[in-house]
Antibody
Framework: QVQLQESGPGLVKPSQTLSLTCTVSGGSISSPNNYWSWFRQPAGKGLEWIGHFFTSGSSNFNPSLKSRATVSVDTSKNQFSLKLTSVTAADTAVYYC??????????????WGQGTLVTVSS | AIQMTQSPSSLSASVGDRVTITCRASQGIGIDLGWYQQKPGKAPKILIYGASNLQTGVPSRFSGTGSGTDFTLTISSLQPEDFAAYYCLQDDTYPLTFGQGTKVEI
């Protein structure tokens, strides 16, 4: 079965770039009808969708991030990555990667990675 | 962005209770809504997609109804493992947006 695992620095300084990688195992990142997604959740708060890219190559991001987010993919490593520039303390959160599936006009996100805490602090 | 208003924000219930959580969209989203369960320190888990479709492996005590702007998640008989937070997520229009969550407590 497909599993996802986030990795990356747990501490990032303000104004720097947050970089996270999600490694996909048990399945191919190139599978059709899937899109590879990032979410985040500040401590004690709700979930926020960051963005995702489709295996076709297109992508969508939350405009609340003001174009600071980009996603890239490395099919040779079966990984996809998130970069978030110019971070502030408001970007401190647990970051999750997830696989989105689109089938018969339905959409769902499953599985999810376990999440990784990123703290923005000097 | 479409706003998802979830209610209640928290509720207290007992094992065996019937629990209902509602989610209202600020504009019509058809049936493009999912429900997710999140336990403390864990990632969310899909329960329902397309407003009423039970994800494979999810117990049948969970059910979802609704279309347009009003949606409901029902747990027919609350079990000890169901105490968690529940979130609705609309996938009709970008940006995807979640409800603020409902914490189901003992």
């Amino acid at each position: 079965q497909v599993q996802l695992q986030e990795s990356g620095p747990g501490l990032v300084k303000p104004s720097q770039t947050l970089s996270l990688t999600c490694t996909v195992s048990g399945g191919s990142i190139s599978s059709p009808n899937n899109y590879w997604s990032w979410f985040r959740q500040p401590a004690g708060k709700g979930l926020e969708w960051i963005g995702h890219f489709f295996t076709s190559g297109s992508s969508n991001f939350n405009p609340s991030l003001k174009s600071r987010a980009t996603v890239s993919v490395d099919t040779s490593k079966n990984q996809f990555s998130l970069k978030l520039t110019s971070v502030t303390a408001a970007d401190t959160a647990v970051y999750y990667c997830a696989r989105g599936t689109s089938r018969s006009s339905y959409v769902w996100f499953d599985p999810w990675g376990q999440g990784t805490l990123v703290t923005v602090s000097s | 962005a479409i706003q998802m208003t979830q209610s209640p924000s928290s509720l207290s219930a007992s094992v065996g209770d019937r629990v209902t959580i509602t989610c209202r969209a600020s504009q019509g989203i058809g049936i493009d809504l999912g429900w997710y369960q999140q336990k403390p320190g864990k990632a969310p888990k899909i329960l329902i997609y397309g407003a009423s479709n039970l994800q494979t492996g999810v117990p049948s005590r969970f059910s979802g109804t609704g279309s347009g702007t009003d949606f409901t998640l029902t747990i027919s008989s609350l079990q000890p493992e169901d105490f968690a937070a529940y979130y609705c997520l609309q996938d009709d229009t970008y940006p995807l947006t979640f409800g603020q969550g409902t914490k189901v407590e003992i």
